[in-house]
Every structure is written in C-alpha cells, then in structure tokens.
C-alpha cells in the first residue's frame, strides 16, 4: 500500500451536507411513500415529517447504509406510527360510541343488534343527543326523580325520601318520564 492509500484509509469520511442528501434522495423518498401512504392526502404530510426528523436526527447518521436508505426508513417509522396512532383513535371512537349505543339497546326498543356502520353510529349519536335535549325538556320535578333512579341508582324507596313524595308520586314520575323518553326514540 502506498502512503496516500494509507491516508486516505485514516481519514473519515466526510458527511454529505443535509441539503445535498435531501436534494438528492426526495424524488426517490416521495415514490418510497406514496406506495406505502394509505391516503394519497397524506403523502405531504409524511414527506415533511420524515425530512424534519432527518434534520434533526442526521448528526447521529453514521454513514453505514445509503442516506436515501436511511431517510426511508424514518418514512416507514413514521407511516407505521401514523397508522397504529389512527387505529388506536378508530378503537377509542368506536368504544365510546358503542357504548352509548349498548345503553341505547338494552330496553329501549333499539335494535340490539351491534352496530358497525359509521352512518349507523351518527344515527345514534344523534338519537342520543335527542333524547338527552328531551331530558332537560322535563318537568324539574321528573328529572330529579330520574336523575335520583337511574344516574344515582337510588331505590324507589330512597327517592320518596329524599323529595318527601309517596312512594307513588315517584313512580308515576318516573313512568311519565320513560313514557316522553320512550317517544322520542320511536320518533
């Protein structure tokens, strides 16, 4: 070996600047994420978080794979994130509504069939917004011996007491309140 091979060996590499390895590898990354984006809408968005990582990530870029290499796999990392991110928010959706429409299903004539369709579950979401502005739409009297029964879970009993009312003022009440409820779902 001769001494300049020598040197050449001893000497690091020098880094390409950030801006090169970006001017030269975007076409390539755009194509990279484009086949793997599942909304074309979102290709973008992938693009510029994957360049702002890689800016700010590139000072811990060894050199021991290609720089577009590198820059994909930060664009694989970050579509990978945004799609468990997506399905996490989906499953947290579809539970807090499901769970209204399970309550919506239990004795009050709805279907107890599961309902999966997004349009199904606005339908009900909308149905309970109903009947809720149906609630305050009570008597005072009514809502509060409601409220007592079914939110506090107090026993008919328990109730009477607490508004000093017969027994049978409270469960008139709470018939009359079901009755205006019960309407507003076959509505």
């Given at each position: 070996m001769t001494s300049n091979t020598l040197e050449k060996l001893e000497q690091p590499e020098?880094?390409?600047?950030?801006?090169?390895?970006i001017k030269n590898s975007s076409v390539y990354l755009r194509r990279f994420i484009s086949k793997r984006a599942k909304n074309k809408c979102d290709i973008d968005d992938?693009?510029?978080a994957t360049l702002l990582e890689a800016i700010r990530s590139y000072h811990n870029?060894?050199?021991?794979s290609q720089a577009k290499t590198w820059l994909c796999g930060i664009a694989y990392n970050i579509i990978r994130n945004s799609i468990k991110r997506q399905e996490k928010d989906l499953s947290v959706f579809s539970e807090e509504y499901s769970e209204s429409i399970d309550y919506l299903s239990?004795?009050?004539g709805i279907s107890s069939q599961r309902v999966q369709d997004p349009a199904d579950i606005i339908e009900c979401n909308e149905l309970i917004d109903n009947v809720?502005?149906?609630y305050e739409a009570l008597p005072e009297k009514m809502q509060g011996v409601f409220n007592s029964l079914v939110v506090e879970g107090k026993s008919y009993q328990d109730t009477a007491d607490q508004f000093n009312v017969p027994l049978g003022t409270i469960r008139?009440?709470?018939a009359n309140a079901r009755k205006i409820l019960r309407q507003e779902l076959k509505a």
């Open positions: 020098k880094k390409e600047s950030i801006d090169s390895v992938f693009m510029q870029f060894r050199g021991d239990s004795d009050n809720c502005d149906r008139s009440r709470m």
